[in-house]
Antibody, heavy 122, light 108 residues
Framework: QVQLVESGGGVVQPGKSLRLSCAASGFFFSNYAMNWVRQAPGKGLEWVAIVSSDGSTQYYADSVRGRFTISRDNSKNTLSLQMNSLRPEDTALYYC???????????????WGQGTLVTVSS | EIVLTQSPGTLSLSPGERATLSCKTSQGVPSNYLAWYQHKAGQAPRLLVSDASTRATGIPARFSGSGSGTDFTLTIDRLEPEDFAVYYCQQYGYSPYRFGQGTKLEIK
């Protein structure tokens, strides 16, 4: 069955960097675009970024563009999110999420991990 | 950029009743690329509906999506106790693939 396990969250000071990872299994990882979605405490879901199945195309939310970089390693079935210049408003539970169908880069997802918590605070 | 507005913010109903949730978009969603998700506290969100009206695998028939253009609706017939949760719509026609702010469905 599909499994997505996020890691790398923690407490970080404003302006610092953090790298999240997501280990995928149970499906042909290299066939599917992958997303990051976050949820700030007490808030709703916010789509963050998507990377195409081959890693060549990325799209970002306006709130993170220029600071965050999504990437993947298909040889290791791993998705990453490099987060730079972190702000307090980036504090959230970050979910790794699989696109519903192979190919394409639209952000509809069918499987989610349990999330990793990022707290940006001095 | 497409903005999604969900209403109501909170819906209070009893088991057995029908729930009607609205999602309006600031511009037309191409190909009706509109999804609905259910999210319960402490769990990962669950995809309910794609393409505005196609139920995802394993989703009960009491959940139905409808609408086109800028107005979309999720209807839940005969509410079950496990249906009380937060519901989000999402457009996936144009990046950024934003979510609505959510509708909380609570037990009356």
């Amino acid at each position: 069955q599909v499994q997505l396990v996020e890691s790398g969250g923690g407490v970080v000071q404003p302006g610092k960097s953090l790298r999240l990872s997501c280990a995928a299994s149970g499906f042909f990882f290299s066939n599917y675009a992958m997303n990051w979605v976050r949820q700030a405490p007490g808030k709703g879901l916010e789509w963050v970024a998507i990377v195409s199945s081959d890693g060549s195309t990325q799209y970002y939310a306006d709130s993170v563009r220029g600071r965050f970089t999504i990437s993947r390693d298909n040889s290791k079935n791993t998705l990453s999110l490099q987060m730079n210049s972190l702000r307090p408003e980036d504090t959230a539970l970050y979910y790794c999420a699989k696109r519903v169908a192979p190919g394409g880069t639209s952000g509809i997802v069918d499987y989610w991990g349990q999330g990793t918590l990022v707290t940006v605070s001095s | 950029e497409i903005v999604l507005t969900q209403s109501p913010g909170t819906l209070s109903l009893s088991p057995g009743e029908r729930a009607t949730l609205s999602c309006k978009t600031s511009q037309g969603v191409p190909s009706n690329y509109l999804a609905w998700y259910q999210h319960k506290a402490g769990q990962a969100p669950r995809l309910l509906v794609s393409d505005a009206s196609t139920r995802a695998t394993g989703i009960p028939a009491r959940f139905s999506g409808s609408g086109s253009g800028t107005d979309f609706t999720l209807t839940i017939d005969r509410l079950e106790p496990e249906d009380f949760a937060v519901y989000y719509c999402q457009q996936y026609g144009y990046s950024p693939y934003r979510f609505g702010q959510g509708t909380k469905l609570e037990i009356k």
